[in-house]
């Protein structure tokens, strides 16, 4: 049943650098996702929370994901973020992947209006499907109540899956509880359940999870892909928790402080490229005696 | 001081009207804004929270923008929402209508990142404001913390009309809490401070507030506009206090069921369009039950 699981494995919600026009800097974006996979990452969580997409333009979206794809790195390991406020630009984004051959899309509820009933949120995802109309589409739900404050409830999930079968296969949990992700795991059988912090994904795989969509694997990809291939193998059960270790280590050090701009410094000292720093406003790069107390050895 | 401020009156959150296709219909909208000015508002506050804006594309909102005016709309009398998540979009949006000659926008913060410090606010606003540099600009900042999540604190409101002075002219304060719209006049003086609840009109213009940006007015803009004009006048006192009466029974009407779909249902009965009642996901039409009780005599 797990094989079947689709998304499966260790997706970075990949950090999104800039450039000095706070602009998306498709250069260093693309350098930074080979490395990813070439750390062990299935794939590139795109535009996501941590990845600052909210706070960039359709059309920026759009040309960054384009970026990605020409720069070779293949459309089934892109699952870029295709959710926003507005249904009617959650379906172009949606649509501008496919055409791409991007099929596996990330999407947060419209995130605008607070307190929607099950009811609205289960029309949007259907609306969306309806409009875009391509059997290729694979939609990863989003969980994430604590930045979208629409949570997504189990009979919406239930109903969603009902109504178009095969098309919501995944959901990505970053409520932070572990109990969650387990009833998630029980509820759906076949749904690919996918943790939202790093240290979270070992304890779910043991419970049939299908793997995490995470922020701290821009800095600890390779252990969490370890942690991934071996954690059922007790002969290396040893380097396992060894692994998670690490990545338990890194995500305290980058939630000290504000974590995406910590993760922004923490990968810039690592490349040496004071540029990686800059996020685009209502995020703010760390202060610099932040900074400095963050890097300190 | 008090006839200096702006925006100053009465404003409609006017809700807008959808086609079959969900998408925004623009004649019945312009019939719409017109019939409120004819009623006696200042000016149409389009594109907010009540107009389900951020459920719309870039274009649509553009788009329904550029109709008012074809439809000879003046510019003054129109202040569209522009501030969306996308510090570019909020950009774009703000330009788009200064090319049209509307220079006073309602400027949501970005609403998606939460917990974001007084630093990122200050510095989105500020970002938009060197990015259009444009001085005709006049900026009606949105406090709306139930929607956005993201309140507007007055270290920020300070900061802003510091730095820009001349634009940063008005607030719409949709919190609900008189206290919190009286606090924002005495601490801003020359500051437009506008309720964004029809029944706290009053009130406020008594402590020095500049009037209202609200939705009920969709319905008794006669009643605001008439409560606005002659809220001084010891001799129209009663008929003051009936036009206040008839606000505060529409208000609780349609805040019996979910507002905006009440708003609709309300509308769409007393002009005999059934079309009216559309609401485009996540916000849905009221159920047939909800809507025969609140339509029953």
Redesign the interface.
Known sequence: MSAALHPRGVFCAALTPLGED??PDHARFTAHCRRLLEEGCDGIALLG?TGEA?????G?RQALLEAAVAAGIAPERLLPGTG??????TV?LTRHALSLGVTTVVML??????G??D???F??Y??VIERVADPRLRVVLYHIP?????PLTFPVIERLRERFPGTFTGIKDSAGDLAHMEALVERFPGLAVLAGADPLMLPLLRRGGAGCITATSNLVAADLAFVFRHFSDPARAAEVEAAQARVVAARNQASRFAQMASLKTLLAARLDDAGWTRM?????PLPAEEAAALLAP
Do not use: C, H, I, W
């Open positions: 706070l602009a929370t909210n706070s960039f333009s359709t920026e926003v406020a507005a249904l009617t630009e172009a509820p419209p995130f605008y209006y607070k929607v009933s009811d609205g949120v029309a949007s259907a609306e604590q930045f979208s404050a629409v685009r406003p209502p995020m703010l």
